[in-house]
């Protein structure tokens, strides 16, 4: 039995205060990762800060900026006309993720602070960086069909497993973090980390502080997002690939464009090479082939997972078929 300490905070302030006291403290919202991590043996916190009474459901528009709560669910999100109007991407993707019951609990932040599904990372008896660093890689040489072929390391070959974050990174996404000094801002892209030396840190948020909110701004380019995803079966499992992509057309010229990746790499990967490459020319079948094959052309594989090379390739084309 692994003994912790268990409070419960109704303010920002006082969650951050309770965290702030033991650099093993964890914020505890839905819990639909942070559970199975602790049954595995894989976290153990000394202490759970409880922040489900924290305030931070809202779901609002201020002066053309969508604000979304770290504590608003993922079903809240994704069924909000707001986000139905001004960021369809996002609902797609969130409607993508999980399962209906896992949705109406998971929250936005706790989606952004979800570890990976790696099976050596959940499987206590097998070497990982991730989990213990300096123990090895077991995905390196073991099975690796569901790991990463951008963005790798010596250290880890993980992907992060949200749908909703690789809706976020294209669309000009702002994180707000508040810690024991005050607020402060981070562009989303900026938030999530690549493996490197130091796979065990999964992004740049520091252990006293709390995500409380992410500001979109509403933009044409934004309302043109869609997401495609690409996975074992119809629903509850995790993309093997996964695109979102938004495009601003006319005239029949592509004005702006962005597109980022899931499931291809340890954070979600923005593709701006491809995006400069599709400014200014006019959509079409070659144009995208062009396109699909220049995303991939720095793909690294390994035993299992040479695959998700050319179905990357096609996800990106039948993505930007919706281009209008």
């Known amino acids: 039995m692994i003994n912790f300490q268990f409070t419960r905070a109704t303010t920002t302030k006082s969650a951050i205060a309770a965290v702030s006291t033991n650099k093993n403290s964890k914020f505890i919202a839905g819990g639909t990762n942070l559970i199975d991590l602790m049954k595995r043996g894989v976290s153990a916190p000394d202490k759970l800060v409880d922040i489900n009474l924290v305030p931070l459901k809202q779901i609002e528009i201020i002066k053309d900026v969508i604000h979304i709560g770290s504590m608003a669910t993922n079903a809240d999100v994704a069924d909000h006309e707001l986000i139905k109007s001004h960021l369809p991407g996002l609902a797609l993707a969130l409607n993508a993720g999980a399962s209906p019951q896992l949705r109406n609990v998971a929250t936005v932040g706790g989606n952004m602070m979800q570890r990976t599904r790696c099976g050596y990372f959940y499987d206590t008896e097998m070497p990982c960086n991730k989990r213990k660093p300096g123990s090895g890689c077991g995905a390196i040489q073991g099975y690796s069909r569901m790991h990463a072929i951008f963005g790798t390391s010596e250290s880890c070959i993980a992907v992060h497993p949200s749908d909703m974050c690789v809706a976020l990174s294209i669309l000009d996404t702002t994180v707000v973090l508040a810690g024991p000094k005050g607020e402060r801002k981070m562009k989303f ?32 380019i934004n309302q043109n997002g869609t997401y495609l995803k690409v996975r074992d079966r119809a629903s509850y499992a995790f993309a093997l690939v996964s695109v979102a992509e938004a495009v601003v057309v006319k005239d029949n010229l592509i004005l702006e464009a962005r597109i980022a990746m899931g499931g291809v790499a340890h954070k979600p990967w923005r593709l701006t090479e491809v995006e400069s490459f599709l400014v200014g020319k006019a959509p079409s079948p070659e144009i995208f082939e062009q396109a699909a094959a220049l995303a991939v052309k720095n793909a690294k594989t390994y035993k299992d997972n040479g695959f998700k090379v050319k179905l990357s390739s096609n996800t990106i084309i039948e993505a930007l078929k919706g281009i209008s």
Do not use: A, C, Q, W
Request: charged share 30%.
């Open 189 to 220: 892209t900026d938030f999530h980390k690549l493996p490197g030396n130091t796979p065990e840190k999964d992004n740049n948020l520091l252990s006293n502080e709390m995500i409380v909110r992410l500001e979109i701004p509403v933009t044409e």
